[in-house]
């Protein structure tokens, strides 16, 4: 859905008044729309932060092993995916659950100096790091200025 | 079913209504009907971590969905039948130069409890934490567990 992608530069603000249409309440337990495949998933809370040379971006996946990290570009959008892997007895009644939905998905609009085939990502105790380098004509560089 | 006297089937008020708890029901209770009642300890949604809870017939199982911490300084402790899990999450280091879009994530210290069930054998406690995900299970004290008796 076309709708759930989010500016990875919008800062909160204005993503809770553009953003998230018609979540309203449902954003406060961090509970995601639904995707294409009609199963219903959370948003990860993220952190998004920029320097000269990127965008890192950190994503708390709590029970999310690497084997069911999925990041997927396509075209301008980042993709992130993950389903919680949670080990235990079999047979198991809940008698108290927060956690619904086990999966996690969120999407964001990459804009153009990002270079996407460059994305470093690393899982370690369920936050997943995305370092995105910015191309190598977008990076700040000091322009001279010549005095005649 | 009325509300109360005051809500008159019929107005639009009372279709809003009828429409927020065909909701809720759908959504928040996960389609059980009274939906699973909440804890005396339960907290704002959102809260850090969130907690989930399952029993056998052998043990208790609690998942606490904590990502990004040492499993050194989690704190996990079992008195008189509540379960504590407290611990802190270090701020993210900032570049001073870097701007920030979003801050989303949690930190600082952290503190939740939970009552057991009354069977719990306080001795026989583990606890593991892997991909983020703290799993405490506790045994049940065998007296309590369902057996078959043979028939002479």
């Known amino acids: ?148 | 079913m009325y509300e109360s006297l005051l809500s008159f089937p019929g107005t639009l008020f009372s279709d809003v209504e009828r429409l927020r708890r065909e909701f809720d029901q759908a959504f928040d209770t996960g389609g059980l009907p009274g939906g699973i009642p909440a804890s005396i300890r339960a907290v704002a949604p959102g809260s850090f971590p969130a907690l989930n809870v399952g029993t056998t017939q052998g043990s208790v199982e609690i998942y606490a969905f904590a990502p990004g911490l040492d499993s050194k300084k989690i704190e996990v402790t079992v008195d008189r039948g509540v379960l504590t899990i407290s611990g802190e999450r270090p701020a993210p280091v900032l570049d001073e130069k870097s701007n920030v879009y979003s801050r989303e994530r949690l930190f600082g210290s952290f503190k939740r409890a939970l009552s057991l069930p009354e069977d719990i054998d306080p001795e026989r406690i583990s606890a593991n934490y892997r991909d983020g995900l703290l799993q405490v299970s506790i045994a049940r004290k065998e007296s309590t567990q369902p057996k078959r008796i043979e028939v002479q």
């Not at chain 1, 809370?45 to 999925?70: F, S």
């Open chain 1, 1 to 148: 859905m076309a709708d759930d992608k989010q500016d990875l530069r919008v800062n909160p603000q204005q993503a809770t008044a553009a953003g998230n249409r018609g979540q309203g309440a449902r954003r406060q337990q961090g509970e995601g729309p639904s995707d294409t495949e009609g199963t219903r998933s959370m948003l990860p809370r993220v952190d998004v932060l920029e320097d000269g040379a990127g965008i890192t971006l950190l994503a708390d996946m709590p029970g999310v092993p690497k084997e069911k990290l999925e990041l997927k570009v396509e075209g301008d959008t980042l993709l992130i995916e993950g389903t919680v892997s949670a080990p235990g007895p079999q047979e198991m009644e809940a008698i108290y659950v927060e956690v619904r939905v086990p999966r996690f998905r969120r999407a964001f609009t990459l804009s153009r100096e990002l270079d996407a085939n460059r994305i470093e990502a690393s899982l370690k105790d369920g936050v997943l790091k995305l370092r995105i380098p910015k191309q190598e004509h977008a990076k700040p560089r000091r322009i001279e200025v010549a005095v005649s």
